[in-house]
């Protein structure tokens, strides 16, 4: 499981968070994802400890925290949902072809 790590600044490294994260334990894996088209951060990142227990730890100690300015959203990451490929909603062309104009 990872740990979602919100509100960040933009100025913010790997290095910085592996750093703040060890405070609390192992830190495994550390992702900060970047905007397809600019290649600028997105603001947030996934932190990957060693155990719950570190995991825990971190999160007691730094959802709210102010670090580089800003306060932070930290808690367990959500899986991440499957994207329907209808585009949207309930949606489909067989609503659409059904329809008379």
Same mark, same amino acid.
């Given at each position: ?12 490294? @790997? $290095?910085?968070?592996? @750093? %703040?994260? /060890?405070?609390?334990? %192992?830190? #495994?894996?550390? @992702? ?9 951060? =997105? ?10 227990? $570190? ?5 007691? /100690?730094?959802?709210?925290? $102010? ?5 932070? #959203?930290?808690?367990?990451? #959500?899986? =991440? ?17 059904? =329809?008379?104009?």
């Amino acid at each position: 499981m990872s740990i979602y790590v919100g509100n960040l600044s933009y100025e913010v490294t @790997q $290095e910085h968070l592996s @750093q %703040t994260f /060890a405070e609390y334990g %192992t830190v #495994k894996r550390v @992702q900060l994802p970047t905007d397809r088209e600019t290649g600028s951060l =997105r603001g947030f990142a996934f932190v990957e400890m060693g155990t719950e227990a $570190e995991e825990a730890a971190a999160i007691e /100690a730094l959802d709210g925290a $102010e670090w580089m300015g800003r306060d932070l #959203k930290v808690n367990k990451a #959500k899986p =991440r949902e499957e994207r329907g490929g209808s585009g949207g909603g309930n949606w489909s062309n067989n609503n659409r072809s059904s =329809r008379r104009y």
